[in-house]
């Protein structure tokens, strides 16, 4: 028995230094965690520039004189302009209003036969039409996803077309009761719609890149219309 007890104890003795030392060491600290991920948010001010390319149809005649049948051909070319909006973030949905102009040159000519009624004017013409400059105020409905930003616009377009023409054929320009003028151009009222996708690569920039369907008001059945595929950079305030 007293053997046995000797064992205990010194097995007591022994341990006892091992749990001070145990004691003694420093509990290791939780991992800290991870940082939160920051989510951009779109509301703000912004301008911008923006250009592209626009294709479509145009009747020079219809600027010209309201008289003659329709006689629209292909116009395209090129556009560069700025850019102006304000919007605001709830949730993922992204609700704000843009406006724009620019300086186009979206041009088209033919040779044209004026009509009325389908019987012809006695004149043949060389036309040229273009329209040189196109505004819009919209409305933007769009969705985010952090930085990445996809939206639907709609509103108010608004079109500066020119036309002019060349007599080759039949009575010349000028003359009264055929066609008083071969050139004019009008500032148009019309429509626009689309979508785009919009990047935010920085705090307060961002790339975007859009489509437009524009068509001009008062032209007809065969309305004058463009399509516009654009991009753009902006820069938040």
Known sequence: MKSVLKC????????????????????KAPPAPLPVAAVYNWTGLYIGVNGGYGWGRQDPLDL????F?????????????????????QGAIVL????????????????????VAGVPAGITLNATTKTDAIGTARMRVGVAMNTVLLYS?????????????????????????????????HWRP????????????????????EYLYVVAAGTGV?????????????YKF
């Open 222 to 234: 065969s309305k004058d219309q463009l399509n516009l595929l654009r991009f753009g950079v902006n």
């Open 153 to 185: 616009t709609a509103g108010a377009a608004f079109l500066h077309e020119t036309a002019s023409g060349t007599s080759i054929a039949g009575v010349p320009c000028g003359t009264a009761g055929v066609l008083t003028s071969c050139a004019d151009s």
């Open 64 to 67: 010209i004189s309201t008289r």
């Open 190 to 209: 019309g429509l626009a719609a689309g979508l785009g996708a919009e990047w935010a690569f920085m705090p307060s920039w961002s790339l975007k890149g």
């Open 8 to 27: 205990l104890t010194a097995g007591v003795l022994l341990l006892i230094p091992l749990t001070a030392h145990a004691a003694d060491l420093a509990v």
């Open 96 to 115: 704000g209003v843009e406006g724009d102009i620019d300086w186009a040159n979206i041009s088209g000519s033919g040779t044209i036969v004026p009509a």
């Open 69 to 89: 049948d329709r006689a629209s051909f292909d116009i395209r070319g090129g556009m560069v302009g700025g850019t102006a909006g304000a919007q605001i973030q």
